[in-house]
């Protein structure tokens, strides 16, 4: 599975991508919003991982409200990352941009939480 991983934060980002590259998933991975959006209209990814409280011009707000109304996009999992409460995040979510999220997970997470949620969504992405 091919995996985005859009987060600011350099040691988060290098944490998510050795746990998921232990797992065997391929990761590719955004500092900001500019580089993430390039990434999402050239890369056809599997997952995006997404921090929604990244600095700079476009937020993580702004990449899943992209990421929502754009049919090419619109399908691919998110899940949802923030420093804020779980329950701010679902609050403040504009039109439903959040609906289709698999989980939104309050940092610090537990990685097994995360590892599980993944491979559910990719047991469900399996073709037989």
Not at 70 to 75: D, F, G, I, S
Not at 99 to 125: G, V, Y
Request: charged fraction near 30%.
């Amino acid at each position: 599975m091919l995996i985005l991983v859009i987060e600011d934060e350099e040691p988060t980002r290098r944490g998510l991508q050795a746990l998921l590259e232990s797992a065997g998933h391929t990761v590719c991975w955004a500092e900001s919003g500019e580089s993430a959006l390039t990434l999402l209209r050239r890369e056809p990814v599997d997952l995006v991982l997404l921090d929604m409280t990244l600095k700079g011009r476009i937020s993580g707000w702004d990449l899943a409200w992209y990421k929502y109304a754009n049919p090419r996009t619109r399908a691919i999992p998110l899940i949802v990352t923030t420093a804020a409460e779980e329950e701010d995040v679902r609050d403040r979510s504009r039109a439903d941009v959040l609906a289709d999220a698999k989980c939104i997970l309050s940092k610090p997470f537990d990685s097994t939480k995360l590892m599980t949620i993944i491979n559910s969504i990719n047991e469900d992405t399996v073709i037989d």
